[in-house]
């Protein structure tokens, strides 16, 4: 295990401790500190998702094997490993609590707020192979690809947004 990631779990697991201990010394009141910790996850985990693929356009002009694909193929990888998936468990975890503290799996709007949560995970799984494929020069994708789906977190978290807030249904 790297430094950087052996850095990264300890991030996570004192995120995890200090949740938790949030949970047990406050009680019900923790329910607004848990939602900003989710939100801060939420954001990080965004933060990454419309990175990645701009790396990958980036990585795509260099030359296989290069230096400079090197370097893009750790870069992909720390920002995947040490602040995407993180930040995608802690946004997990802390909002199927806060859904269960706050009965909302009975709501309408908090179905199609789910299933938009699981196609950003997939599309998270999918920039998971896209980073293994590029590490091993093995990308076979053009930029024009990366720069299109570019956009879909994106929209996913423009729906997602919208039915946190307005609750259409």
């Known amino acids: 295990m790297s430094p950087a990631a052996r850095r ?3 991030a996570l697991l004192v995120t995890v401790a200090v949740t938790a201990a949030t949970m047990v010394v406050f009680g019900q009141a923790a329910y607004d500190w848990i ?5 801060i996850a939420i954001i990080s985990w965004m933060a990454g998702l419309l990175y990645l693929p701009r790396l990958f356009i980036y990585h795509c002009d ?14 992909e990888g720390r920002l995947l490993n040490i602040i995407m998936t993180p930040a995608m468990v802690v946004s997990w975890v802390l909002g199927l609590w806060l859904a269960v503290q706050a ?5 309408g709007w908090f179905h199609g707020k789910l299933l938009l949560a699981l196609a950003m995970s997939g599309v ?9 494929k590029f590490a091993e020069d093995r990308n076979t ?5 990366w720069r299109m789906i570019n956009e879909i977190p994106t929209l996913l978290m423009v729906g ?5 807030v307005v609750k259409p249904f």
Do not use: D
Not at 141 to 145: C, K, L, T, W
């Open 8 to 10: 990264a779990g300890i």
């Open 35 to 39: 939602k900003a910790v989710h939100v």
């Open 62 to 75: 260099a030359p296989p094997g290069s230096e400079q694909a090197k370097t893009f193929s750790v870069m």
């Open 103 to 107: 009965g909302w799996f009975k709501a």
């Open 124 to 132: 998270h799984g999918y920039f998971v192979g896209a980073v293994r």
């Open 141 to 145: 994708v053009a930029p024009r690809h």
């Open 160 to 164: 997602i947004v919208i039915l946190v």
